[in-house]
Nanobody
Framework: QVQLVESGGGSVQAGGSLRLSCVAS???????MAWFRQAPGKEREGVAR????????YYDDSVKGRFTISRDNAKNTVYLQMNSLEPEDTAMYYC???????????????????WGQGTQVTVSS
C-alpha cells in the first residue's frame, strides 16, 4: 500500500487558481493516478486522470480546459492545476492511485486501491 498526501487546497474567489499536490510514499511511476472530488451531499466524481510513461491525461467535461493534471515520477508527485475556478468546484479533492496498471481507463472508484485524506477547495462567488 502507498500513502498519498494531498496539499494545496484553500479558499479562493471565482476566477482564481489553485495548484494541488499529491505526494506518494512509494513509487508511482507505473501507476495510473487520478484526482477525484466530493461536494457536500453529492457523490464522489472523477476529475482528471493520467497514465504513464506517456502521461496521457483525461478530464471530466466539467473541468476540461480549466484543469491540468501532471506528474513528476521522480518526485512521486501528481499535480492538479486548477484555473478559472467556479463555485461549483467547491469540494474535497482526493488523490488516488491504481498501481495495477500504468494506463488509465476509468474513473470507477473501485479501480483505485490507494487514496489520500483529501484537501478542501472552496470557491466563493
Amino acid at each position: 500500500q502507498v500513502q498519498l498526501v494531498e496539499s494545496g487546497g484553500g479558499s479562493v474567489q471565482a476566477g482564481g487558481s489553485l495548484r494541488l499536490s499529491c505526494v506518494a510514499s512509494g513509487y508511482i511511476s507505473r501507476s495510473c493516478m487520478a484526482w477525484f472530488r466530493q461536494a457536500p451531499g453529492k457523490e464522489r466524481e472523477g476529475v482528471a486522470r493520467i497514465g504513464t510513461p506517456a502521461g496521457f491525461a483525461y478530464y471530466d467535461d466539467s473541468v476540461k480546459g480549466r484543469f491540468t493534471i501532471s506528474r513528476d515520477n521522480a518526485k512521486n508527485t501528481v499535480y492538479l492545476q486548477m484555473n478559472s475556478l467556479e463555485p461549483e468546484d467547491t469540494a474535497m479533492y482526493y488523490c488516488a492511485a491504481d498501481r495495477s496498471r500504468n494506463y488509465c481507463y476509468t474513473f470507477a472508484s473501485s479501480s483505485f486501491a490507494d487514496w489520500g485524506q483529501g484537501t478542501q477547495v472552496t470557491v466563493s462567488s
